[in-house]
């Protein structure tokens, strides 16, 4: 089978899930037999063709942009541009798989031009973001997602929480929707051969416990709500823990938050951090913490799982089906401080549990969330695609 897949990110270009989604899934679909073209844009010093584990991937320019969506438009035009030479050069595609609606016009434009089958991932919706639509911005974005499952001949998303989601907000048949989970490679979250002691100082004192929020620094991952219950857990703690915020955005109204509540000497706000720093920092952390308001998945959590360190999480959108309470991790309540508080404590005051749980969790990466078992089932999603292609006449 011949796919053709568009995404508006993939690695070295990291913005959110969808660059390690798309970069993990392929190979694995490569390894199956299939031969994938992925187009993207063009990041820095990365080559504009190359083949990665298999995946061949092509790198377009996007024409300077006088703001966002300017830049979606001028994105779209490169992308279909080439994805039209390519099914012209390369011979007739079997689907296209696009991955939210950022790439939606080019992919609407290449299915119907070419008469092949189109497939869409929708990682998240404008619905769920804002809980609502109200703006023209909205309005907008909202729009060019219903149109792109509309196009759609099947969707795929990554919990039955967004299949529920994507049926409501974007007014989508019930049956048009495919669950399948995000995956990890486990294996590339282990770390060996480094001064922990020492690399460990760089972010806490000896005896202080590490708890971490890894990602965006956006409203809807909560994180004003782990700085709110912070005060009760060094309490409890005796002042022996520090708080460790990673992630790229403006942190300052957290920092003043932080200020203002008389633990900024117990909070590091760290910026970007790199897989490789990251990785080595999450072996020698003590818990991680993802207070979201919406989560579609979570795949920050399957991380934390991978890197041995027990996880508490809110039980918003998706991150109760991944996470299992009390089995796998602790889940609280969205936007309550002291249910926030009580499941990190579980976690700090608990060795013997804490192993349990990082046990248990990381046995559940290959039983639901193991990349090659992920890859099959969406094979199944395409095979269905191509055999009803296949019965019917196209005009």
Same mark, same amino acid.
């Given at each position: 089978?011949?796919?053709?897949?568009?995404?508006?990110?993939?690695?070295?270009?990291?913005?959110?899930?969808?660059?390690?989604?798309?970069?993990?899934?392929?190979?694995?679909?490569?390894?199956?037999?299939?031969?994938?073209?992925?187009?993207?844009?063009?990041?820095?010093?990365?080559?504009?063709?190359?083949?990665?584990?298999?995946?061949?991937?092509?790198?377009?320019?996007?024409?300077?942009?006088?703001? =966002?969506?300017?830049?979606?438009? $001028?994105?779209? *035009?490169? /992308?279909?541009?080439?994805?039209?030479?390519?099914?012209? &050069?390369? #011979?007739?595609?079997?689907?296209?798989?696009?991955?939210?609606?950022?790439?939606?016009?080019?992919?609407?434009?290449?299915?119907?031009?070419?008469?092949?089958?189109?497939?869409?991932?929708?990682?998240?919706?404008?619905?769920?973001?804002?809980?609502?639509?109200?703006?023209?911005?909205?309005?907008?974005?909202?729009?060019?997602?219903?149109?792109?499952?509309?196009?759609?001949?099947?969707?795929?998303?990554?919990?039955?929480?967004?299949?529920?989601?994507?049926?409501?907000?974007?007014?989508?048949?019930?049956?048009?929707?495919?669950?399948?989970?995000?995956?990890?490679?486990?294996?590339?979250?282990?770390?060996?051969?480094?001064?922990?002691?020492? =690399?460990?100082?760089?972010?806490? $004192?000896?005896? *202080?416990? /590490?708890?971490?929020?890894?990602?965006?620094?956006?409203? &809807?991952? #909560?994180?004003?709500?782990?700085?709110?219950?912070?005060?009760?857990?060094?309490?409890?703690?005796?002042?022996?823990?520090?708080?460790?915020?990673?992630?790229?955005?403006?942190?300052?109204?957290?920092?003043?938050?932080?200020?203002?509540?008389?633990?900024?000497?117990?909070?590091?706000?760290?910026?970007?951090?790199?897989?490789?720093?990251?990785?080595?920092?999450?072996?020698?952390?003590?818990?991680?913490?993802?207070?979201?308001?919406?989560?579609?998945?979570?795949?920050?959590?399957?991380?934390?799982?991978?890197?041995?360190?027990?996880?508490?999480?809110?039980?918003?959108?998706?991150?109760?089906?991944?996470?299992?309470?009390?089995?796998?991790?602790?889940?609280?309540?969205?936007? $309550?401080?002291?249910?926030?508080?009580?499941?990190?404590?579980?976690?700090?005051?608990?060795?013997?549990?804490?192993?349990?749980?990082?046990?248990?969790?990381?046995?559940?990466?290959?039983?639901?969330?193991?990349?090659?078992?992920?890859?099959?089932?969406?094979?199944?999603?395409?095979?269905?695609?191509?055999?009803?292609?296949?019965?019917?006449?196209?005009?």
């Amino acid at each position: 089978m011949k796919i053709l897949v568009l995404t508006w990110e993939f690695p070295p270009r990291i913005v959110g899930g969808i660059a390690r989604h798309v970069a993990e899934l392929y190979p694995e679909l490569v390894k199956l037999g299939h031969e994938v073209h992925l187009i993207t844009v063009e990041f820095g010093s990365a080559p504009l063709y190359e083949v990665v584990e298999g995946v061949q991937v092509h790198r377009v320019s996007v024409a300077a942009s006088n703001d =966002f969506f300017h830049w979606v438009v $001028n994105l779209n *035009e490169s /992308i279909g541009s080439h994805g039209a030479k390519l099914m012209l &050069e390369e #011979g007739s595609f079997d689907v296209i798989h696009a991955h939210d609606w950022l790439v939606g016009d080019a992919a609407i434009a290449l299915k119907h031009n070419f008469k092949v089958p189109l497939i869409a991932t929708i990682h998240a919706t404008e619905h769920g973001r804002h809980n609502g639509i109200r703006t023209d911005t909205q309005h907008y974005i909202s729009g060019k997602e219903k149109l792109l499952v509309y196009n759609a001949w099947r969707v795929i998303v990554c919990t039955d929480y967004m299949r529920r989601e994507i049926e409501s907000a974007l007014e989508t048949p019930w049956d048009k929707i495919d669950v399948i989970y995000n995956g990890i490679r486990a294996e590339k979250k282990q770390q060996y051969g480094f001064d922990t002691a020492n =690399f460990r100082r760089l972010f806490a $004192n000896d005896g *202080e416990k /590490i708890v971490y929020y890894v990602g965006r620094m956006t409203y &809807e991952k #909560g994180v004003s709500v782990l700085l709110n219950a912070a005060p009760k857990v060094l309490w409890e703690m005796g002042g022996y823990v520090k708080f460790v915020f990673v992630g790229g955005g403006n942190t300052d109204h957290l920092k003043r938050q932080a200020w203002d509540l008389g633990i900024w000497d117990k909070c590091l706000f760290t910026g970007f951090m790199s897989d490789e720093p990251l990785n080595k920092f999450q072996t020698i952390a003590d818990c991680a913490v993802f207070p979201s308001f919406y989560e579609p998945f979570g795949i920050v959590a399957l991380e934390s799982f991978a890197s041995r360190v027990p996880v508490v999480v809110s039980d918003a959108g998706g991150l109760p089906e991944v996470v299992q309470h009390t089995k796998t991790g602790i889940v609280t309540w969205t936007n $309550n401080t002291d249910s926030l508080a009580w499941g990190i404590l579980e976690v700090l005051k608990n060795p013997s549990y804490q192993q349990w749980l990082i046990d248990n969790a990381y046995e559940d990466l290959e039983r639901r969330f193991n990349w090659a078992k992920l890859a099959q089932q969406t094979e199944k999603v395409y095979q269905r695609v191509v055999e009803e292609r296949s019965q019917i006449t196209w005009f």
